[in-house]
Antibody, heavy 123, light 107 residues
Framework: EIQLLEFGGGLVQPGGSLRLSCAAS????????MSWVRQAPGKGLEWLSA????????HYADSVQGRFTISRDNSKNTVYLEMNSLRGEDTAVYYC????????????????WGHGTLVTVSS | EIVMTQSPATLSVSPGERVTLSCRAS??????LAWFQKKPGQAPRLLIY???TRGTGVPARFSGSGSGTEFTLTISSLQSEDFAVYYC?????????FGGGTKVEIK
């Protein structure tokens, strides 16, 4: 059974930092691109970042470019999202998602999702 | 950046009714369009990809159509478990982008 489990959410002050982790199991993690998506309270889904299977291709949404960094450790079956210079508008539930197709090319069809971790940015 | 616009924002429907949701892209995304279902407190669920291909385990009452800039998700006979928010999502260009969602609520 494929499982994605996010960790690391919590309360952080504006300007602060947080690192989210997503532990994957049930599939060959090193063969699939991964992504992060968030949902702010009362808002829709917002794609944030994606990383290829080998980690060599990375993309960001403009809203987080320069503040967030995605990375992965294929030996630990884990993808990370390092978040810096956090703002109130970054308050959201953060989901990691598995890309459907195997291979280095990133095609952002997400077939499995974690249940999310809540990040609250507030003083 | 391609902008995805969904309509209507909210749809009030009775169980058993046929439901049609619309999604429009600001420029062509070919058939690179997916639909997701989102319920409160749950992870999103992939329903449709490639504009018309059902995801694994998705019931046949869900169908997708369209290409280019106009897309439709149809639920042939709404079940109680289908009340949720539905999002379209284009993956033709970077950055990928979700529509604003259509909430399907009980009438």
């Amino acid at each position: 059974e494929i499982q994605l489990l996010e960790f690391g959410g919590g309360l952080v002050q504006p300007g602060g930092s947080l690192r989210l982790s997503c532990a994957a199991s049930g599939f060959t993690f090193s063969s699939y691109a991964m992504s992060w998506v968030r949902q702010a309270p009362g808002k829709g889904l917002e794609w944030l970042s994606a990383i290829s299977a080998g980690g060599g291709d990375i993309h960001y949404a403009d809203s987080v470019q320069g503040r967030f960094t995605i990375s992965r450790d294929n030996s630990k079956n884990t993808v990370y999202l390092e978040m810096n210079s956090l703002r109130g508008e970054d308050t959201a539930v953060y989901y990691c998602a598995k890309v459907m197709w195997v291979g280095e090319l990133i095609i952002t069809i997400f077939d499995y999702w974690g249940h999310g971790t809540l990040v609250t940015v507030s003083s | 950046e391609i902008v995805m616009t969904q309509s209507p924002a909210t749809l009030s429907v009775s169980p058993g009714e046929r439901v049609t949701l619309s999604c429009r892209a600001s420029q062509s995304v070919s058939s690179n369009l997916a639909w997701f279902q989102k319920k409160p407190g749950q992870a999103p669920r992939l329903l449709i990809y490639g504009a018309s291909t059902r995801g694994t385990g998705v019931p046949a009452r869900f169908s997708g159509s369209g290409s280019g800039t106009e897309f439709t998700l149809t639920i042939s006979s709404l079940q109680s478990e289908d009340f949720a928010v539905y999002y379209c999502h284009q993956y033709n260009n970077w950055p990928p982008h979700f529509g604003g969602g259509t909430k399907v609520e009980i009438k």
